[in-house]
């Protein structure tokens, strides 16, 4: 299947176990690892209610720009928040997600302060590995990866842009 951008190497890193639970220590591993290898955009599908210091403090430490999912919990993020989207750092971008009228999806969580972006999240076409065929989806999940393939996009026209950089295009370039 295609994606926002059809040129890039992906380093896919499992933390979690077949039943889509995981733990903290193993995405600080796995972020630890990332920044090892030289990963520029990171992207994430996945959060929770639980804050973790040492996990903000991984995800400050790395260089690159994180994009997480708001969540689907149709909540304000500012109110209750989802970690790790919901944490203040200036190198994560939280996504919310739209439907195909641009508008909020019922579903997705937002916040005025904790949710910086919404892309695509209602109907999306991909692939599916416990089916093992294409299906369409719905979900912040689905939304991350489409501004992680446009921040990917805006780093390869200028390969020398620092994550705050490649943020702020991203910010200022949206539909409001």
């Not at 920044?35 to 973790?52: K, P, T």
């Not at 708001?70 to 304000?76: I, K, M, S």
């Not at 971008?93 to 439907?99: C, E, Y």
Request: aromatic letters at 6%; proline letters at 4%.
């Amino acid at each position: 299947i295609s994606g926002v951008n059809w040129h890039v190497a992906i380093m896919p890193l499992k933390i979690a176990d077949e039943d889509g639970k995981g733990n903290t220590s193993d995405a600080i591993r796995a972020f630890e690892y990332a920044r090892a290898n030289g990963a520029l955009i990171i992207s994430n599908s996945w959060g929770g209610e639980n804050y973790s210091q040492a996990l903000r403090d991984a995800i400050e430490a790395s260089p690159a720009l994180m994009v997480f999912s708001a969540g689907n919990d149709g909540t304000d993020n500012d109110i209750a928040p989802v970690y790790p989207a919901s944490y203040p750092s200036a190198n994560i971008i939280s996504v919310a997600a739209t439907d195909n009228h641009d508008d909020l999806a019922g579903f997705s969580c937002y916040g005025r302060d904790s949710v910086d972006i919404a892309a695509p999240g209602v109907n999306v076409l991909s692939t599916r590995h416990f089916q093992a065929a294409y299906a369409t989806g719905s979900g912040t999940s689905l939304s991350a990866p489409h501004v992680a393939g446009v921040a990917a996009l805006i780093k390869s026209l200028n390969t020398s842009r620092t994550t705050a950089e490649i943020k702020k295009i991203l910010m200022e370039n949206v539909d409001v």
